[in-house]
């Protein structure tokens, strides 16, 4: 018999395309996904370096865990902090789809080929920072919401480019929207970027085994 599961992730595409990852490397796993809103997905107007709360996009989560109402979680693992709950574990990390940083403009154009002046969205600090360094004359705005949303507010023209990683977009089938793969002398990516976590209660030792294999954090 099919051993059954419920899975918490984030209401989004991507966390759903996350979600088929998974489900594909393990076929005789019946999981059932329970969405779950996070602080980060119903707040889309403060900036993310301005929160103080690492945990932006999986208290929500991680507190269904503790209560029991899913048995596992799906997350993009450079959401998770390090010192997670004592109760809860990271019992497998994936191995990335993607690494980089990447550039999403009309047009095409390259970090390079943008004009003077021209405006770039991100919601990270390392990005903006490294940007900054790079060309001092490009305007660098904050910009929330999922990988659709931000993709939209680039076509109505809210940005001449935004920067977005690389797995998001390749887990989507959006590779062709990839204007520039940013080097990393430029942006240096988060470790765990393009990696999945599967976080589950400590005390779930059935599960263990199951996610175990999962894990190829090297």
């Known amino acids: 018999m099919s051993l059954k599961i419920k899975v918490g992730l984030r209401p989004s595409l991507l966390a759903f395309k ?11 796993v019946l999981m059932n996904t329970v969405l779950i809103k996070t602080t980060g997905d119903s707040d889309k107007s403060t900036p993310l370096t301005s929160t103080g709360n690492g945990r932006f996009f999986t208290d929500e989560i991680e507190q269904a ?8 979680a799906i997350h993009s693992a450079k959401d998770l902090e390090q010192d997670v709950h004592e109760n809860l574990l990271v ?3 994936t191995k990335a789809v993607g690494q980089f940083d990447c550039l999403v403009s009309h047009e095409n154009l390259t970090l390079d080929q943008l ?4 405006t770039i969205g991100t919601s990270s600090q390392a990005r903006k920072d490294g940007i900054t360094r790079y060309r001092k004359d490009l305007v660098i705005k904050d910009i929330r919401g999922n990988v659709d949303d931000r993709l939209r507010q680039l076509d109505r023209g809210d940005f001449d480019a935004i920067i977005v990683a690389d797995a998001a977009l390749i887990r989507l089938g959006l590779q062709g929207r990839i204007s ?9 990516p988060h470790p765990l970027q393009g990696r999945l976590a599967i976080q589950i209660k400590k005390d779930r030792k059935d599960l263990m085994q199951i ?8």
């Open 211 to 218: 996610f175990k294999g999962l894990d190829e954090k090297e």
């Open 18 to 28: 996350q979600f088929e990852e998974i489900q594909s490397r393990l076929p005789l």
């Open 65 to 72: 865990l503790l209560e029991g109402l899913i048995d596992a």
């Open 115 to 118: 004009p003077l002046g021209a």
């Open 180 to 188: 520039q793969f940013i080097p990393e002398d430029i942006i240096k």
């Open 91 to 93: 019992i497998a990390i």
